[in-house]
Structures are given as structure tokens and as C-alpha cells.
Nanobody, 124 residues
Framework: QVQLVESGGGLVQAGGSLRLSCAATGRTFSNHVMAWFRQALGKVREFVAA????????YYADSVKGRFTISRDNAKNTVDLQMNSLKPEDTAVYYC?????????????????WGQGTQVTVSS
């Protein structure tokens, strides 16, 4: 079992920045691929970014590429999402996810553990 707790959400104006953090406890953090997903009101949960076990491989959704950066600290058991140049369409609940696998996944089904989510609201 892995427990994930997100923090760092809030209200920001368009063009601003936020940094989300996810703290993991339980099974060995460095054995897990980590990812961020988001779900806007009335929409399906969508992939945002993923990072492999070592942190050497990153993958982003086209909608956030160049604006968001995912990173992890295996010593602290955390994964962060730095979000810059935020847009109103980035408004959503953001979820941290983990999977004990080698290969990055971009689907909800690829992840076994989920946090409770943190709200990000970007005003225009």
C-alpha cells in the first residue's frame, strides 16, 4: 500500500504560478512511477505529467508542455508539480498517482494508488 497526500493548491490569477507537492508513505517510493492527473468539473480525469523511478524520464500532456515541470525527491518521498503561466483552463482538482512499474503510463488505469486531490483555480 502507498498513501499519497497532495498539498499546494489554491487560487491564482492567470499567468501566475503554483507548486503542488505530493508526499508518499508506505511501500518503497523509489519503486514507483509517479504522475499527476487533473479533473475539471464535469469532465473525465486526464493525464498531466509522469516521472519514472529515477526521475530521469519525464512525460507531459501537450496542454501543459513547456509550462509545467514534474520532479521527485526519492530521499524525501515527494513528487512536485511546478505550474507556471497558468490559464483558466488549468482549473481542476489535481491528483497525485503512483504505480509500482517500470514504464511510464498516461492512463488512469495505469496507476494503483491515488491521493485525495487538491483544488487549483485559475481566475481570468
Amino acid at each position: 500500500q502507498v498513501q499519497l497526500v497532495e498539498s499546494g493548491g489554491g487560487l491564482v490569477q492567470a499567468g501566475g504560478s503554483l507548486r503542488l507537492s505530493c508526499a508518499a508513505t508506505g511501500r518503497t517510493f523509489s519503486n514507483h512511477v509517479m504522475a499527476w492527473f487533473r479533473q475539471a468539473l464535469g469532465k473525465v480525469r486526464e493525464f498531466v505529467a509522469a516521472i519514472n523511478r529515477s526521475g530521469a524520464r519525464l512525460y507531459y500532456a501537450d496542454s501543459v508542455k513547456g509550462r509545467f515541470t514534474i520532479s521527485r525527491d526519492n530521499a524525501k518521498n515527494t513528487v512536485d508539480l511546478q505550474m507556471n503561466s497558468l490559464k483558466p483552463e488549468d482549473t481542476a482538482v489535481y491528483y497525485c498517482a503512483a504505480a509500482e512499474r517500470f514504464i511510464l503510463a498516461v492512463s488512469v488505469e495505469g496507476y494503483d494508488y491515488w491521493g485525495q486531490g487538491t483544488q487549483v483555480t485559475v481566475s481570468s
